[in-house]
């Protein structure tokens, strides 16, 4: 309180002691400046305007050859306070080209002029105002048109699940599959479009992630982006005996093992334990491997018909033979 009386008292000093013809003085001055302002902004000026361009709506099957500018410089005539409203109301200026039904098949480069921005243009500097001069004076679009082909979506990822958990279904990828773009001699080339690399550690529950496609050599894909969803969930072991059963064997010869079936221990999630059982897993002995073998006894091969099954164990792991002709004859 003290310090304000104190600058208060120091304000009344400095007052009484400016002459009266000063403070008149300054009082006018201070007017007859706001009224050449006033004057001034009324009348008319020139100013530089810079416009950012937004082109939108290309179509995907046609790629530039050339880059576009991304500014147009326009020296504009109007009234001073038109000009110093439209520069407070429209500080961020955008000019809007609609790329849609523009581009032809014969792939013939077309001019964009005046004549396409000038309703984007006007809308953001007043119909009172004159376009004194513009840069660049049109803008020339160069382009190839692309070929086009529909790959399935493969998933690329490292996927660490936590300590007794495992994937409960095959990951599923919405949509399975995206439409490219790009040159011929690349999409040839190309069996499937992948996501681009996921790392997920110590995952411990059903994960929703949006991945981007992994593009390119210059390729767009519609979409750019997929859903994929991982399944997970807490595992158990399982046991089951299983027929061991027979592949590529001539329609003549006759397989028997011993022992008949064998043991099979996997890891199987909490929701599908009840569902499993040896129809959803293959185990045999193969014609070839035993021709090349010919000992009497051959470890069998394990093959998993469903994706929700892992870690598999056979017990016991080989078994003993006998190839039989159909007729009754054993076959060596």
Request: charged share 25%.
């Amino acid at each position: 309180m003290l310090k304000f009386r104190q600058t208060i008292s120091k304000y009344k000093k400095i007052r009484t002691s400016l002459p009266k013809e000063v403070l008149i003085f300054f009082v006018f001055f201070v007017i007859s400046t706001f009224l050449w302002f006033l004057y001034t902004l009324s009348k008319p000026h020139e100013d530089d305007l810079i416009f950012s361009i937004h082109y939108k709506n290309f179509p995907p099957n046609y790629v530039l050859t050339q880059s576009l500018p991304k500014t147009l410089h326009l020296r504009v005539k109007d009234i001073g306070f038109n000009l110093l409203l439209n520069d407070y109301y429209h500080s961020n200026k955008v000019v809007d080209i609609d790329m849609k039904n523009r581009f032809n098949s014969d792939e013939k480069p077309f001019y964009l002029t005046y004549k396409d921005l000038r309703k984007s243009i006007l809308s953001q500097i007043g119909q009172t105002a004159t376009i004194i001069n513009f840069s660049p004076r049109y803008i020339l679009v160069a382009y190839d048109r692309l070929s086009q082909k529909v790959l399935p979506v493969k998933f690329v990822g490292n996927i660490n699940l936590y300590q007794q958990y495992t994937l409960s279904g095959e990951i599923q990828i919405k949509p399975k599959q995206v439409k490219v773009y790009g040159s011929k001699s690349v999409l040839d080339t190309m069996k499937a479009a992948y996501t681009k690399p996921v790392e997920l550690m110590d995952l411990n529950a059903t994960k929703n992630l949006r991945v981007d496609i992994d593009l390119k050599n210059n390729i767009i894909a519609l979409p750019r982006q997929v859903d994929v969803l991982i399944p997970v969930e807490l595992f158990t072991e399982k046991t089951i005996a299983v027929p061991v059963d027979e592949q590529n064997f001539p329609r003549n010869i006759q397989l028997r093992t011993f022992p008949a079936t064998v043991n099979v221990t996997f890891l199987v999630g909490l929701s599908h334990f009840q569902e499993v059982n040896a129809d959803n897993i293959q185990v045999y002995l193969e014609y070839n491997a035993i021709i090349k073998n010919k000992k009497g006894k051959q470890k069998v091969s394990v093959q998993p018909l469903v994706p929700y099954i892992s870690n598999i164990r056979v017990s016991p792991d080989a078994v003993e033979y006998i190839m039989e002709e159909k007729n009754g004859r054993n076959h060596d």
